[in-house]
């Protein structure tokens, strides 16, 4: 399984970025997605989860109502649609697949990408 990320760059506090990543493997659609982030001497932490079946989302409170997590079972693709930025938000995001096929949350995330860099400056 290889997942790709993309999409990450600069930004000026309160734009908008949209991250993506590229997933190999079998039976996308059957596997939950997430992101998740690392700031700068900090431990990652959640961002946003996706299921397979009805693509329920799940958010951190520090994104909820500014971040919007999606899929694209067609092109095995999940996307970070990242509004309102704030340089808080600064931070590799990571995209995440769960390792249990059709599971429910919590989920247990055991593929991940090597990383975009997200910079949002003030």
């Known amino acids: 399984v290889q997942l790709v990320e993309s999409g990450g760059g600069l930004v000026q506090a309160g734009g908008s970025l949209r991250l993506s990543c590229a997933v190999s493997?079998?039976?996308?659609?059957?596997?939950?997605m997430g992101w998740f982030r690392q700031a700068p001497g900090k431990e990652r932490e959640f961002v946003a989860a996706i299921s397979w079946s009805d693509s329920s989302t799940y958010y951190a409170d520090s994104v909820k109502g500014r971040f919007i997590i999606s899929r694209d079972n067609a092109k095995n693709e999940v996307y970070l649609h990242m509004n309102s930025l704030k340089p808080e938000d600064t931070a590799v995001y990571y995209c995440?697949?769960?390792?249990?096929?059709?599971?429910?949350?919590?989920?247990?995330?055991?593929?991940w990408g090597q990383g975009t860099l997200v910079t949002v400056s003030s």
């Open positions: 995440a697949r769960d390792g249990r096929l059709a599971s429910s949350y919590p989920y247990d995330f055991a593929y």
């Open positions: 493997g079998r039976f996308f659609s059957s596997y939950a």
